[in-house]
């Protein structure tokens, strides 16, 4: 298989599906001459046309709502917004028109459309333009929510995505377009939707994470293993709605101790809801309470210095841990 970066996963799933499904077409801010603000949208132009490949204004509320027009009507828009930190402007249509549509309309349209682009932290960004958006849509009902943290489930979950009946919102980060590279098969394959994956085996305490936070638990867990012989189970939720219980619930079975680790705010978030599905399947299995990571409850400042203090890291997931399993006097 070849090493592929998560930019060239991302890209391959769009070729692959808009070659295999005449319905299938991209619009969004300069995702076509220009090849997309950040390149996932590689050639598509060329090979499709400016039919299938739709250049739109920076106007996210107008080209958000032509995407679920689109989808009533029978064709599979991808909608690219260049960041979803500009998608706030589309939130009406994705959460009034896409989420609500089939159930509105007693099932009679059903809304295929993917909305993608970036999220999260990247580099001095400010305020602005580094919010983690997933609760926000995890919230309602009729959307599914899709932040995957490696190249391979980039790639599967796209292609799961865009075959997909009803609305789904995923959600990448610029920061993994190109550092995050990954053995990924060429052709057809398919990552399902709302199903978790374990990336690393453990047995004494479960890390639960997903995004780009993954790559920070991973290498918390490896200096856990070979500074204090503490075995962590990592569990890559990929999905955020729907969760993956299961698979929560069955690692945190099985190690006895949990630590939910996310990029966004504490307050309302993907891992509060977490920590409620362990507490009512998981509670009699629990040796500690469910720890929590995330960023500080602030607006980003856009000094380097201060950002890192407010992103979480492998430093705070290692204390955390340790703490599950009574190792509060180390650091």
């Not at 001095?124 to 609760?135: I, R, W």
């Not at 990924?184 to 994956?197: F, H, K, N, Q, S």
Request: hydrophobic share 45%; glycine share 8%.
């Amino acid at each position: 298989m070849p090493v592929i970066t998560y930019r060239e996963a991302l890209n391959q799933a769009l070729r692959e599906e808009m070659q295999r499904d005449d319905s299938v077409f991209l619009i969004g801010e300069e995702v076509g001459e220009y090849n997309g603000a950040y390149k996932v949208s590689q050639g598509l132009l060329h090979e499709f046309g400016e039919w299938r490949v739709r250049d739109a204004p920076i106007a996210e509320l107008s080209f958000g709502g032509l995407g679920v027009g689109a989808a009533m009507a029978g064709l599979r828009p991808i909608v690219e917004f260049m960041t979803w930190n500009f998608a706030l402007l589309a939130i009406d249509e994705v959460v009034n028109g896409a989420a609500k549509m089939y159930s509105m309309s007693g099932g009679q349209f059903n809304v295929p459309v993917v909305f993608r682009g970036p999220g999260g932290t990247a580099l001095q960004l400010g305020a602005q333009h580094s919010q983690s958006p997933e609760p926000w849509y995890s919230y309602v009902p009729g959307l599914k929510v899709v932040s995957p943290a490696t190249a391979r489930d980039a790639k599967g979950l796209l292609k799961s995505a865009i075959r997909d009946d009803d609305p789904v919102v995923f959600i990448e980060s610029e920061i993994m377009y190109n550092l995050v590279k990954d053995d990924v098969p060429d052709g057809e394959y398919l990552t399902p939707i709302g199903r978790a994956d374990v990336k690393r085996a453990g047995s004494d305490v479960t890390v639960i994470t997903y995004a780009k936070m993954l790559h920070q638990v991973l290498a918390a867990a490896e200096r856990l293993e070979a500074d204090d012989g503490i075995s962590a189970e990592v569990v890559d939720l990929r999905t955020v709605r729907p969760i993956d219980v299961n698979a929560v619930v069955a690692s945190v079975r099985k190690t006895n101790r949990a630590v939910v680790a996310e990029e966004g705010w504490p307050a309302c978030n993907i891992g509060a809801q977490v920590v409620d599905d362990i507490q009512r399947e998981a509670f009699d299995y629990l040796d500690a309470p469910v720890a929590r990571v995330s960023g500080l409850d602030a607006p980003m400042p856009y000094a380097r210095n201060l950002e890192k203090l407010v992103v979480p890291d492998a430093d705070q997931v290692i204390a955390a841990v340790r703490h599950v399993c009574g190792r509060r006097g180390q650091s």
